[in-house]
């Protein structure tokens, strides 16, 4: 490929496009299949040098996570090594002026301090503008990204040890990040998520403010825009395929390519469901269900055309570290997770037997105060800037802060009498107690926005069991990654044996900071709700990217992930919790 011709350096390049997919995958497959280390490494030495820069850092990470002697090398975050996908053309350019007016001093840090979108681009009719700290949020867009990277849709399962339900992973990680945003909607007095129509305008609108790494703008979309006529064939490819895929829902059975049929009401039957929408490598008929993915990031990203298979313009949906900045993302993954809602509807309401444990009883349920706020971070951007030799790179750092969302810590406090010495699984979901008009949510409608921030096994002795847990202790959440330059320090200093040198094993997770919704100054109602259950089977998770983790054998967000019947939820098992989220400003926090 490469002595035929690839896609040049400085190139702009997208895994939804066949042709530089390919070669992305044919370089990734020379990293993964190298014999040894020192053949991989300076494969890679080559690659960086002569391979289109985006193809090299995708077949780098995908590689290094999956090789068994790259297992403890840590990648750093995609921010600090493509800045130009998180930060808009306004915070790049600054980036260049100590350059340019020779502000580089030996050993200081240059701090720009950066806004989101909205500040500068923004319309009284846009309220979407109001949920750009969350949409914009580089640790949200750094964890998608390893999110798609976990089981990416280009890789075959059986060829390297994915997760044997990737679909329904896929789907259930959608579902999270959906309700996680709605959430956040209500928190800035913003309806759910309405639908819409291939054959209406589309409401929303999106001006990236994003440049790429070669300095060509993001294209943008318009308010209540019609689709333009380039996108019509695209449409109606979608329109058949979501045919399909209710067909397949509705009567319980997907066609194989092999013309046999398949039933998908079976514990295999949802991962099934999620690969076919998915259209990832494990479909069991790509070209009978394609993929509803990759179609709705290319009609709603308003992008013209390519020139040629070389010359793309993709959207910032057809790009995994931007898509969730744009909010067609969450109107199409709302349309997807109606599948997944339509799929459990069929399946019905548990059994009272399934859910109601008579042995366990939680006694009482607390938790303590929920505060969120505001405040800065710098991320070093340094790694993605051109520089001129090594003592440049060494002696420039250049950081941009920002104001994020955080929360103060808090902890659950929970008691629970066992009638004998158990194994037990621990859930902990939070959702909404009104709807944008202050109106009660019916339980059985509520239920589905309610997103897991917990899940967890424990010992439980005969009688009373006491249990504290901390937020920061919750599962899938992980703390923001070290800086490049601080973790080079921590190896040198490991190098001169003066301190041993330790790390986080896994790569990335949940921003912990993000785990509760903004709230409100004072006081925004919610619920969270408790559920508690016997062990009967437990398998461990393992993962490069989330770590290793042992689980109970339930469905993904059992027991909500089933319509709710009229005694599901009274077991003793079982509680729901009104709490309320309050909002600090920057001066409350001052004197808090």
Known sequence: MYENGMLQRGGIFSVYYPKLLKEMVALFNLFYNANDFDTFYKTALWARIYINEDQFVFALYNAVIRRPDTKY?????????????????????????????NQYASNTTYIINANYSNWYINRAYDTESKLNYFTEDIGLNAYYFWLRQDSPFWIKSSEYGLLDYRGEEYLYGHKQLLNRYNVERLS???????????????????????????GLPLPQRPYWSSFPFYKYKYIKDITDKESRITA???????????????????????NILGNIIEGNADSCNEDYYGSIDALGRK?????????????????????????????????????????????????????????????????????????????????????????????????SLIKVRQYRLNHKPFNFH???????????????????????????????????????????????????????????DCFF???????????YEKIQRSLNYSEPLSYNERLSGFPERLLLPKGKKEGMPFQIFLYVSPVTEKKI????????????????????DRPASDMMFKGPNMMFKNVLIYHKDNLDMVTY
Not at 248 to 270: C, K, R
Not at 299 to 319: H, K
Not at 457 to 470: E, P, Q, S
């Open 188 to 214: 800035n007095d913003l309806p759910m998520l309405e639908d819409f129509a291939w054959n209406k305008p589309f409401a929303p609108g999106y001006y990236p403010t994003l440049t790429f790494s070669n």
């Open 299 to 395: 009609i709603f990203g308003f992008n013209l055309e390519p020139m040629n298979s070389y010359q793309i313009f993709p959207s910032a949906l057809e790009i995994l570290t931007t898509s969730m900045r744009d909010p067609a993302f969450y109107r199409l993954y709302s349309r997807i997770i109606d599948y997944y809602h339509r799929y459990k509807m069929h399946q019905g309401p548990y059994a009272v037997d399934e859910i109601i444990y008579p042995n366990l009883k939680i006694k009482s349920f607390a938790v303590d105060k929920l505060t969120t706020y505001f405040n800065e971070f710098d991320t070093t951007i340094s790694n993605g800037l051109l520089v001129e030799d090594d003592t440049e790179a060494e002696t």
């Open 477 to 487: 959440l992980s703390p923001d990654q070290e800086p490049s330059e601080l973790f």
């Open 541 to 560: 998770f393992s993962s490069r990217i989330w770590g290793d983790y042992k689980y109970d054998v339930k469905a993904y967000g059992f027991p909500l």
């Open 73 to 101: 090398i840590q990648l750093p975050s995609p921010y600090e090594l493509c800045p130009y996908n998180f930060f808009n053309s306004e915070v790049l350019e600054k980036a260049h002026h100590p350059k340019i007016f």
């Open 248 to 270: 397949a829902i509705d009567s319980g059975f997907v066609l194989n390519s092999d013309g046999t049929m398949s039933n998908i009401y079976t514990p295999e039957g949802l």
């Open 414 to 472: 929970i008691t629970i009498n066992a009638d004998k010495p158990m194994e037990a699984a621990i859930r902990i979901f939070l959702g909404p107690t009104y709807n944008f008009n202050r109106k009660l949510i019916e339980l059985q409608e509520d239920l589905k926005y309610f997103y897991e921030i917990d899940n967890w096994i424990v010992d439980l002795n005969a009688g009373a069991n006491k249990i504290t847990r901390n937020s920061k």
